[in-house]
């Protein structure tokens, strides 16, 4: 039924459109910006297989540290090192633009291949077990290995043939040790000695001198002579002189070679000098000649006979006695003739 009450009739108004103090929510419209990502390090530790790969374009360090296989991948186009330590089987591998160094210390199996073409390389290895390295460069390489069982490293000079140098004028020379060679020969004669004067009452024809002698020896470098060695002093004998008439002839000098050997203890070698002419009993024999010599499969040519008498002759070259000097009478002898220099030939070889 319809009717009134004190309080008036129940609110039946519907909600309407308007606004509020605040104002409607704010909606935040989506914006295109950036972000960033920080440098990620990454450390393993532990046992079993632990293993990382890093692709870099600046220097990029890795450290494994535990047991069982470590092992790790390093490529970069500035230097890159990578330290190993532990127990098992370590390797490395390091491709690098620029010099690079790789050391492995532990125990195990301990490898390392370093390849430059164009920078110093250096390999160190430190441990027990079998210790290797393997180096190629085109300059200098300097390898060290220390430790206990296996050590092992190869080094070779690029193939060479044998060069020979010759020396023969009287006086001392300097001979620089090539830098490739294993060996050194040393084929060396002594000079000739002098002929002696002719006789002044008699007519009788001076005799000739006496041939130097030959001496051949090997030296080895490391052994004989020191690998730091540089040059070796080679002295060429002079002739002996021809004695002044109704006189001997003289005796030359040796033809020497000295060196120093590792131990810091010098060495001569020698070949010795021809006798000169006794005066006396003159059969007007000519000068002698030293022969040939051959060694280690080539032939070195002495020098020949030199004739006595009015036609005689200097010794010949290199080693020959010097001819004697023409007889005469009444003090009118001639005297005998010089005998010649020695040599030396010197020849480097690898084998």
């Keep these: 039924m319809t009717g009134w009450s004190p309080s008036g009739p129940s609110d039946q108004s519907q909600p309407l459109n308007g606004w509020s103090p605040p104002g409607p929510p704010t909606v935040t419209a989506p914006r295109v910006g950036w972000w960033y990502e920080p440098v990620v390090a990454a450390l393993l530790s532990g046992s079993g297989q632990l293993s990382v790969s890093a ?18 991948a390093a490529y970069a186009i500035t230097p890159a090192a990578a330290q190993f330590a532990g127990v098992g089987a370590l390797t490395a591998t390091a491709y690098a633009r620029v010099p690079a160094d790789a050391q492995l210390i532990g125990a195990g199996v301990l490898a390392v291949a370093a390849q430059r073409w164009y920078q110093y390389v250096t390999a160190a290895l430190a441990g027990s077990g079998a210790l290797s390295v393997g180096a190629y460069a085109r300059v200098p390489a300097t390898v060290a290995l220390a430790g206990a069982g296996a050590l092992a490293v190869g080094a070779a000079f690029p193939a060479k043939s044998a060069t020979t140098t010759t020396y023969a004028t009287a006086g001392t020379s300097t001979y620089t040790i090539p830098w490739w060679c294993r ?31 030959w001496t051949a020896v090997t030296l080895t470098r490391g052994v004989d002579i020191p690998w730091n060695a ?23 000098t040796a033809t020497t070679l000295t060196y120093t050997d590792p131990s810091g203890t010098s060495h001569t070698v020698t070949a010795a000098a021809g006798a000169g002419a006794p005066y006396g009993g003159g059969t007007g024999q000519p000068g002698a000649s030293p ?30 006695g010097g001819g004697g000097g023409a007889g005469g009478y009444f003090g009118s002898g001639s005297p005998g003739f010089n005998g010649a220099p ?3 030939w010197l020849v480097a070889r690898q084998t």
């Design 55 to 72: 692709y870099v374009r600046v220097p990029a360090a890795v450290n494994l540290a535990g047991a069982g296989q470590l092992s790790v």
């Design 183 to 213: 060996y050194i020969d040393v084929i060396m004669v002594g000079s000739g000695g002098g002929g002696s004067g002719g006789d002044t009452g008699f007519g009788a024809t001076g005799n000739g001198g006496s041939a130097g002698s």
């Design 230 to 252: 540089t040059t070796l002093t080679v002295t060429v004998g002079t002739g002996g002189t021809g004695g002044a008439k109704g006189t001997s002839g003289n005796t030359g």
């Design 291 to 320: 022969g040939n010599e051959t060694y280690n499969g080539v032939t070195y040519t002495g020098g020949g006979t030199a004739t006595s008498g009015s036609s005689g002759s200097a010794g010949k070259s290199p080693g020959g």
């Design 342 to 344: 020695g040599a030396s």
